[in-house]
């Protein structure tokens, strides 16, 4: 399998998710900024969309969505436990927080990213993602992860969004439970794994 990634981008989520599984890959760095693949070729050549997570198969199938790479890459690793049993509703409860994380977190920070995008709107982008991430503390209160104490796709992917928080200016000092699972999930050897080979950390 191939993994099309940019360093420290949602690409993380699924790059965390190999290194767990323990499958074997090769990582290609696909920077968003400059779309250039590391033998100079364009990047849009391979995904036309030209975002990441892209995934392709030995066989040269193509999956495109981060939530979705991710729970195929738990079910070829069952034994795992990087996701509940399809039609499980533990499942169903991953697939919750994965499109939570997706939607009411991940496209939250897109408006602080964009430099053309005026102030105002980013300090609403900022409360809402607070609010948020309020309610998240709460629940991180209950369990040492999303599905309780088992570490899953899901959490891989809530770790990735909210590293994004000190680069965007949305603090998150006062969440103290948030605080105590992104060190818990950071600190996995899998997690570290995928963080070094990104250049995220020495």
């Known amino acids: 399998m191939k993994l099309y990634y940019s360093p420290g981008a ?3 989520s699924a790059h965390i998710a190999l290194k767990e599984s323990g499958l074997a890959f090769e990582a290609i760095a696909a920077p968003t900024k400059t779309h ?4 100079g070729s364009d990047y849009y050549a391979v995904n036309p969309l030209g975002y990441v997570p892209l995934l392709v198969l030995d066989d040269g199938r193509q999956l495109r969505e981060g939530p979705v790479i991710v729970q195929y890459i738990a ?3 069952p034994a795992k436990h990087l996701a509940p049993a399809n ?3 533990e499942r169903y409860k991953l697939q919750e927080w994965l499109n939570f994380v997706g939607t009411e977190l991940r496209k939250g920070f897109s408006p602080l990213f964009n430099p053309a995008m005026p102030e105002e709107a980013k300090s609403l982008s900022r409360t809402r993602l607070a609010s948020r991430l309020q309610w998240l503390d709460g629940e991180l209160a209950k369990s040492d992860y999303l599905l ?3 570490f899953t796709v899901a959490d891989g992917y809530l770790f990735t969004v909210c590293s994004w928080c000190k680069h965007v200016g949305v603090d998150i000092a006062g969440l103290s439970h948030l605080a105590a699972y992104l060190a818990r999930v950071g600190a996995r050897p899998a997690v570290q794994e995928a963080l070094r080979a990104e250049g995220l950390v020495k």
């Open 87 to 89: 039609g499980t509703f």
């Open 75 to 77: 079910d070829q690793v």
């Open 148 to 150: 309780g104490q088992t």
């Open 36 to 39: 250039q693949l590391p033998d």
């Open 10 to 12: 949602c690409s993380l």
